[in-house]
C-alpha cells in the first residue's frame, strides 16, 4: 500500500499567518493517464470532511482562494496565505492513484 | 444540493453483521462512483470501499476484504455496505462520499462490542 506522511501532526498559528503542511507518498502518484490524484480534506470539530482540493491544485467550489495546493510526484504541500479562525480542525491528504486508497495521519491546525 | 444521508449504525457484538445504507440526492446518482470511509474514535480517516457507477466493480481496504460487502441500488438512489464478521476494530463512524470523496455524508456510528 501507499504510505502517506504528512508534517507536521500539530501545527499552532498566529491568526493572518501562513500555514503550511507537507504530505509525501511512498510511491509517484502518477497515474498512467498522466494525472495525479492527490487529494486535500479538512475536517472542523465535531463536522464531516470537506474536501478542498483534487488533483494537487484544483480548489473545489465554495473554498477560499487562501488555500492552494502544489507539489509533483511524491512530495506534496497545502498552504493556507493567511490563516482564519474557521481554518481550525484536522486536514488530511490522500492517495486515490492506487488501489487501496490511503490517508496522510492528519494535521491538527490551532490557533496559538 | 448534494445530499447523503447514512443510516443503519449501532451497537453489534463481534462477530455480528450490520447492513448500512446511504439515501443519495442532489444528483444524478447513475453517474458517480460512491465510497465509504470511516473514522475510528479519535483517530484519522480510512477508506474502506468503492463501487463503480453500474457496479461492476469494486474495490476493498484489504483489513475488510472477505467480510464487507458494498452494493448500490440505481433504481432508489442508495449504496449499502453489508458488514459482516465485525471485530471490535471495525467501531467508527461510516460515512458515504460520492466518488473518492467530493461530497459526504454525516455519518453513522457503528460500535462493535460484547
Known amino acids: 500500500d501507499v504510505v502517506m506522511t504528512q508534517s507536521p501532526l500539530s501545527l499552532p498559528v498566529t491568526l493572518g499567518q501562513p500555514a503550511s503542511i507537507s504530505c509525501r507518498s511512498s510511491?509517484?502518484?502518477?497515474?498512467?493517464?498522466?494525472?495525479?490524484?492527490l487529494i486535500w480534506f479538512q475536517q472542523r470539530p465535531g463536522q464531516s470532511p470537506r474536501r478542498l482540493i483534487y488533483?494537487?491544485?484544483n480548489r473545489d467550489s465554495g473554498v477560499p482562494d487562501r488555500f492552494s495546493g502544489s507539489g509533483s510526484g511524491t512530495d506534496f504541500t497545502l498552504k493556507i496565505s493567511r490563516v482564519e479562525a474557521e481554518d481550525v480542525g484536522v486536514y488530511y491528504c490522500?492517495?486515490?492513484?492506487?488501489?487501496?486508497?490511503?490517508f496522510g495521519q492528519g494535521t491538527r491546525l490551532e490557533i496559538k | 444540493e448534494v445530499q447523503l444521508v447514512e443510516s443503519g449504525g449501532g451497537l453489534v457484538q463481534p462477530g455480528g453483521s450490520q447492513r448500512l445504507s446511504c439515501a443519495a440526492s442532489?444528483?444524478?446518482?447513475?453517474?458517480?462512483?460512491m465510497s465509504w470511509f470511516r473514522q475510528a474514535p479519535g483517530r484519522g480517516l480510512e477508506w474502506v470501499a468503492i463501487?463503480?457507477?453500474?457496479?461492476?466493480?469494486?474495490y476493498y481496504v484489504d483489513s475488510v476484504k472477505g467480510r464487507f460487502t458494498i452494493s448500490r441500488d440505481n433504481a432508489k438512489n442508495s449504496l449499502y455496505l453489508q458488514m459482516n464478521s465485525l471485530r471490535v476494530e471495525d467501531t467508527a463512524v461510516y460515512y458515504c462520499?460520492?466518488?473518492?470523496?467530493?461530497?459526504w455524508g454525516q455519518g453513522t456510528l457503528v460500535t462493535v462490542s460484547s
Open positions: 488533483k494537487i491544485s
Open positions: 490522500m492517495q486515490s492513484t492506487h488501489w487501496p486508497h490511503t
Open positions: 462520499a460520492r466518488d473518492g470523496g467530493n461530497s
Open positions: 463501487i463503480k457507477e453500474d457496479g461492476s466493480e469494486k
Open positions: 442532489g444528483f444524478t446518482f447513475t453517474n458517480h462512483w
Open positions: 510511491q509517484s502518484l502518477v497515474f498512467s493517464d498522466g494525472d495525479t490524484y
